[in-house]
């Protein structure tokens, strides 16, 4: 009865999409914050096994569910009526109830766009299995483009399950052939990775991270290679484009790096909902 009616009334189909994104939103917070630390640990546990040398003493367990969230600031552990997306923020106006030291509005933005994000999709695929597996990858890529942002690094954990995720998913001709994502993973990974050397080779520089290659083979194994050079393009430009502003106005150092892997994640996501409109605007402008 209630897939009946989700599949059937579309506001309530909407309605609970959103919810939904907004719960969402609010673990990737979580994601986002402590996925990198686990990394950090656990590339430390591995130096000092290669290095012979005894593990360092560990707080206690500390993963995605646990410890429980508390506040940066008194660790104040935050109780379940906290931790409402966005309404809890909004009613405690942004402060933690204990300590009332202000908390990162961060935290709702990424709640509130996540939940936005999901209604979009919805809305675009409407009630069935391409919603549902859309949404897994851009809940992704949101996880992606925050820790890419944080620490200019995107983690294994997110890029390769979804490279599998694509290819397993369009074995049954989901979104495309499976062929089409099999070379799609293979020219996404390989195109990046050849810029990457060349462009090592002639500034003695590197210029982005394998998570980047990566990043594009998931989205080649999710749409086909046919997108891969749209996707390419639209981010090189984006990228290339806010760049320059932030050295122009912001006087950022230009030699400082540049996250590239949300641009890639914002241009994989276009493309996926608009690309064939895209392409065929594109081809009607070239006609004239």
């Known amino acids: 009865?209630?897939?009946?009616?989700?599949?059937?009334?579309?506001?309530?189909?909407?309605?609970?999409?959103?919810?939904?994104?907004?719960?969402?939103?609010?673990?990737?917070?979580?994601?986002?914050?402590?996925?990198p630390i686990m990394m950090d640990r656990q590339c430390k546990t591995e130096c000092r096994e290669i290095l012979e040398l005894p593990p360092e003493a560990e707080d206690g367990t500390y993963n995605l569910i646990l410890p429980a969230s508390t506040c940066p600031h008194c660790e104040h552990k935050i109780r379940p009526w906290e931790n409402i997306p966005v309404i809890s923020y909004l009613f405690l106006r942004g402060r933690c109830s204990q300590c009332k030291k202000g908390i990162s509005p961060r935290y709702p933005i990424v709640e509130l766009a996540t939940a936005l994000i999901s209604l979009l999709v919805a809305s675009h695929f409407g009630y069935g299995l391409q919603t549902l597996l859309v949404l897994g990858l851009s809940w992704c890529l949101i996880a992606l483009t925050l820790i890419d942002f944080d620490h200019q690094l995107l983690p294994d954990d997110i890029t390769l399950p979804l490279i599998w995720a694509g290819l397993i998913i369009n074995s049954f001709g989901i979104f495309t052939s499976l062929e089409s994502a099999l070379w799609g993973a293979v020219a996404g990974y390989l195109s990046l990775w050849s810029v990457y050397w060349l462009f090592k080779w002639a500034t003695k520089k590197e210029g982005m991270g394998y998570g980047?290659?990566?990043?594009?083979a998931a989205l080649g194994a999710w749409m086909g290679w046919q997108v891969l050079p749209m996707v390419i393009l639209m981010s090189s430009f984006v990228g290339a484009f806010i760049g320059i502003m932030l050295v122009l106005f912001k006087?950022?150092?230009?030699?400082l790096p540049i996250p590239f892997g949300p641009y890639l994640a914002a241009a994989g996501f276009i493309v996926l909902l608009w690309g064939d409109k895209l392409a065929a605007q594109y081809l009607r402008l070239m006609a004239f």
Do not use: Y
Not at 2 to 25: K, R
Not at 212 to 216: Q, V
Not at 251 to 255: A, K, P, S, V, Y
């Open 212 to 216: 980047d290659f990566k990043l594009l």
């Open 251 to 255: 006087g950022r150092d230009h030699n």
């Open 1 to 35: 009865m209630p897939l009946e009616l989700l599949a059937q009334n579309t506001t309530f189909f909407l309605g609970c999409v959103f919810i939904l994104g907004l719960m969402v939103g609010s673990f990737l917070n979580v994601v986002v914050w402590r996925l």
